[in-house]
């Protein structure tokens, strides 16, 4: 069963970066999780915290399969994630979720 891939690209607002991630961290990670998503990895770009300038976050999740992501959907209407995204958005100036499979590459 081929995982499905989620990327998100939060364009966080200047210096609240450190903050936005302590937040993922304890309030949204558990809820991921919960719905069965893997943080595979967290980057931020540019590559350090800036005071006058928004930074972008991008997290790049996993589900088991089209079944899981399903799932995952389906409970994306969840009042606690619901109440995440709007905390969150005070600290941030967009996002943006993006849904893939891994294709084939030609060698």
């Known amino acids: 069963m081929p995982e499905v891939f ?20 304890e309030r949204y990670l558990p809820l991921a999780r919960a719905r069965g998503m893997t ?20 997290l790049l999740w996993s589900v088991p399969g089209p079944e899981g992501f399903w799932t995952m959907r ?4 969840d009042p606690e994630i619901t109440a995440w995204w ?17 294709g084939e590459v030609d060698a």
Do not use: C
């Open 6 to 25: 989620i990327l998100d690209r939060i364009t966080v607002r200047p210096g609240r970066l450190g903050e936005y991630q302590v937040l993922l961290r």
């Open 39 to 58: 943080l595979v990895g967290q980057w931020f770009t540019p590559p350090i915290e800036l005071d006058d300038a928004p930074n972008d976050l991008v």
């Open 74 to 77: 389906r409970q994306a209407r």
């Open 86 to 102: 709007a905390a969150s958005d005070a600290l941030t100036l967009g996002r943006e979720r993006k849904f893939m499979l891994l």
